[in-house]
């Protein structure tokens, strides 16, 4: 059912593109919303069978194209729906997404989104998950004709390079059955849509020694909390280093916080890690610890 879903968003986003725009009031787009809300409601609410969800995903996705087929939909906030998905505008005003999960009756997660351009006519790319079948190679691969790193987003870090904008998106992804994982993907605008993944890093692949990293990706144990997100104080994208509880490195789901925090900085058109972003002392007993934040030592590549 989910791959009969994202099927049809993917030809439902091709169609709008040839339609025009018609007029409509700012009553009709709060009444669509209405519906919207409903709908995402449903995707969490425990009363509803999980094998029903994808029929009401499906529902969601038909309902969301008409409202963003109306004219000016873009300037339109959906205030409402942002409390039931994730609705993130580009810091350059150029796109916003639209971007949920939803589980099925196997608990499998699937990620959904779509990319709204800012455009006086419908521009819309819906995206489809492929996380899953990419797993061991998630750090080296370009994605872009609508599929996908699946992931629900919370920050958008634009950057110009050589004349093109590279969008860093911070997200998570929930879909492992005994992992968890926090995904830095760049994206940028081709002529045919979006393109995911950009050697932007200063970090060599393990596959490919010679080629940088497209995508920074952790992975740790399910019960554990990691942290990566941007922060503005340091001007870096910081988040927790990992280690294995069990001293064993090939399996990620015995990977943890360790308690010490790397980062990146933006320097000279790549993300450069910087280790030991916040350095940790061993402290006597009875003192706490005061952590101060400097530059860390910048691993070169």
């Known amino acids: 059912m989910f791959k009969k879903v ?38 969490y609410n425990p009363n509803i069978l999980p094998d029903e969800r994808p029929f009401t995903n499906e ?27 994730n609705i993130l505008s580009s810091p350059d005003n150029t796109f916003r997404m639209f971007n949920w999960s939803v589980s099925s009756e196997e608990m499998n997660m699937r990620y959904y989104c779509a990319i709204q351009l800012k455009d006086e006519q419908l521009k819309l790319y819906g995206l489809v998950d492929i996380s899953g079948d990419i797993a061991k190679t998630s750090e080296d691969t370009v994605l872009s004709n609508g599929k996908w790193y699946g992931a629900l987003y919370y920050k958008i870090i634009p950057h110009d390079v050589d004349g093109k904008t590279y969008y860093t998106l911070i997200g998570k992804n929930s879909a492992g059955v005994l992992t968890n994982r926090k995904v830095l993907d760049p994206m940028y605008f081709a002529d045919n849509g979006p393109v995911f993944g950009a050697p932007i890093f200063n970090i060599r692949s393990q596959a490919r020694p010679t080629e940088r990293i497209n995508r920074y990706v952790i992975e740790y144990k399910k019960q554990s909390q990691a ?20 001293n064993d490195p090939a399996r990620k789901y015995t990977y943890v916080p360790s308690g010490q925090y790397d980062g990146f900085r933006w320097i000279d058109g790549y993300w450069t890690l910087i280790q030991d972003l916040i350095p940790v002392d061993v402290l006597g007993d009875g003192k706490a610890p005061v952590p101060q934040p400097n530059g860390g030592r910048i691993q070169q590549k």
Request: some cysteine; overall charge negative.
């Open 59 to 85: 529902r969601f996705i038909k309902h969301l194209i008409r409202a963003l087929k109306v004219a000016d939909s873009y300037n339109y906030p959906f205030d409402s729906l942002a409390t039931r998905i």
């Open 227 to 246: 942290s990566m997100n941007w922060d503005p104080e340091l001007n870096v994208i910081c988040f927790d280093r990992l280690v294995s509880e069990t």
């Open 6 to 43: 994202t099927l049809l968003f993917i030809i439902s986003c091709i169609i709008i593109n040839h339609q025009a725009v018609g007029q409509t009031t700012l009553q009709q787009l709060r009444t669509m919303e209405d519906s919207l809300v409903v709908l995402a409601d449903s995707f």
